[in-house]
């Protein structure tokens, strides 16, 4: 049995003002891993590819990797990026003699010219190859288009919110391809959406009422016949026709089984739509909570969650507002993750260790989508720490996936230690601030610029949570965000009862 095997991967945040040109996509360099260097650096890891690598040696089967690309979110995917990844993926699909492509995706690309950057692919890749079986691995955040159901097999998503299922996906995805190959199974998909647009601080499965939907997509997956079942809560920084929440079922050979059970599952996600909207605090009133809270730090670090501007949903990474008001309520003995700013960076090597610095921080990435701005924040402290950026993942979350933030510094300014980074990075792993010297046992406060993904590597450590509004693409508060191009009417930017109403 011989799999071809590819990753492309992004969330795209078409209110970004981040790039995403190929080099985004590559690790260090300028080009995606390939081949044997992309199978060293993902076989045994917590992803889909790693899961897709685990079915293929169990199977017997020979495998290639076209393309390992993935980027952390930003704005609309930049065409000859999209190109050269889908070229990649596309020249070895035609070189033929492949018995099934598994492909490692995300679901929510928007390049410059597409909305489904992820559809195209694959309509492309059934075009060449009209008769190979196609199973896909997505993200809980896709936003599902019909050419992404109809040029595949079977499609999986994740069910965890952190991503702690990457490798399990891989593995529902691979078994179930490789069961159609050996003509055990005949895979039929039913899918569907809802006109909603969940609130991403909304999505955890560790809360209500994703966790209870997910869980019962789980329960579906152990009916017979179904091989399976994937509910996407959607990434709503993407105005785009199809964004929103859907479910795709997977079945062997019983479309009314797909289809009851898809319609199921959307039934009960639009009558919970209520519990998906997420009400924001003023950021004033949220440190000054943190700031009242007993200073007991044996019990563990109390968390601060910069959550409008995560590099995991497209931010900047360089706005301040949450910094400067923990610098303005005076909280001690404060770690803050991150600050994107390569210039600031550079100021604070040629000062070096030891020495005491004025830079001029973040704010440096005009936000021209929202009606809010970011200033840069003046800050002096002493460079602790200067840092090659790199770590590997403990996990659970891409566990032992190498990760790299860049030419990374620690400035300590006496009440906050500030991590500043030269590459977008999102702090879900406790390595991130272990491999800067900082240990978050000892911390009063960490202030991370997460949303959820944080949850899997730090929450076991977190006394308390307190979630800051700041500022940023990543917004909670919809009415920053001029939804142009989505299906109108969708809940909850328009108060509707009835879903057959959306066009």
């Known amino acids: 049995m011989r799999l071809l095997l590819a990753m492309m991967k992004h969330e795209t945040n078409t209110f970004s003002p981040v790039e995403t040109k190929i080099e985004r996509f590559a690790r260090r360099g300028d080009q995606p891993l ?70 490692d995706l995300h679901g929510a690309m928007v390049t410059e010219s597409l909305e489904d950057g992820e559809g195209s692919l694959l309509a492309r890749v059934r075009a060449l190859a009209p008769t190979t079986p196609v199973a896909v691995g997505l993200d809980m955040h896709s936003n599902i288009y019909d050419a992404i159901v109809a040029n595949s097999d079977v499609v999986a998503g994740y069910q965890t919110y952190p991503h702690i299922d990457m490798f399990e996906t891989g593995q529902r995805a691979a078994r179930a391809l490789v069961a159609k190959i050996r003509g055990e199974v005949r895979p039929v998909q039913a899918w569907d959406n809802n006109p909603m647009l969940p609130h991403v601080m909304r999505q955890g499965t560790d809360d209500h009422p994703n966790g209870m939907l997910q869980a019962r997509a789980q329960e579906m997956e152990n009916l017979p016949g179904v091989l399976a079942v994937s509910l996407f809560v959607g990434f709503p920084h993407a105005d785009i026709r199809d964004a929103g929440l859907s479910v ?7 479309r009314a089984l ?41 019990q563990g670090p109390i968390i601060l969650l910069d959550h409008y501007d995560n590099a995991a949903s497209g931010g900047t990474m360089d706005t301040t507002a949450v910094l400067a008001e923990i610098l303005r ?20 090597v040629a000062a ?37 950026g790199r770590y590997r993942n403990k996990g659970p979350m891409y566990a032992g996936v190498a990760m790299d933030m860049g030419t990374a510094v620690v400035l300590d300014t006496g009440r906050v230690e500030i991590v500043i980074i030269s590459r977008h990075v999102e702090p879900h792993d406790i390595n991130v601030l272990l491999s800067l010297g900082i240990d978050p046992m000892q911390k009063r406060y960490i202030m991370l610029k997460s949303r ?8 076991h450590i977190a006394r308390d949570i307190i979630e800051c509004a700041g500022v940023g693409v990543c917004t909670s508060d919809y009415s920053q ?9 969708i809940y909850p930017l328009d108060d509707i009862q009835d879903r057959s109403t959306t066009n």
């Open 329 to 348: 309520q005076e909280l001690e003995n404060v770690a803050a993750f991150a600050i994107f700013d390569p210039e600031a960076v550079q100021q604070a």
């Open 34 to 103: 390939r081949g044997q260097e992309a199978i060293d650096a993902y076989r045994g890891t917590g992803t889909v590819l790693g899961g897709f690598m685990a079915v293929a040696e169990e199977s017997g089967a020979e495998i290639e990797v076209a393309i390992a690309a993935e980027a952390w979110p930003s704005g609309p995917v930049d065409d000859e990026a999209y190109r050269i990844m889908t070229d990649a993926i596309c020249d070895a699909v035609e070189r033929g003699g492949w018995d099934g492509i598994l492909l």
């Open 258 to 298: 797909a289809e009851r059970l898809r319609d199921e599952l959307l039934d009960s996600a639009w009558k919970e739509r209520a519990a998906f909207v997420y009400h924001p605090e003023p950021l004033a009133a949220s440190v000054g909570r943190a700031k009242e809270l007993p200073k007991d730090v044996t």
């Open 452 to 459: 959820i993904h944080w949850r899997a590597g730090l929450k």
């Open 248 to 254: 795709v079922v997977v079945t062997d050979n019983d």
């Open 481 to 489: 965000l001029n939804f142009t191009k989505v299906r109108r009417p």
């Open 352 to 388: 070096g260790i030891g020495e005491s610095v004025t830079l001029s921080i973040g704010g440096k990435l005009p936000m021209p989508s929202i009606p809010v701005d970011s200033k840069p924040l003046e800050v002096t402290g002493r460079v602790k720490t200067i840092s090659e």
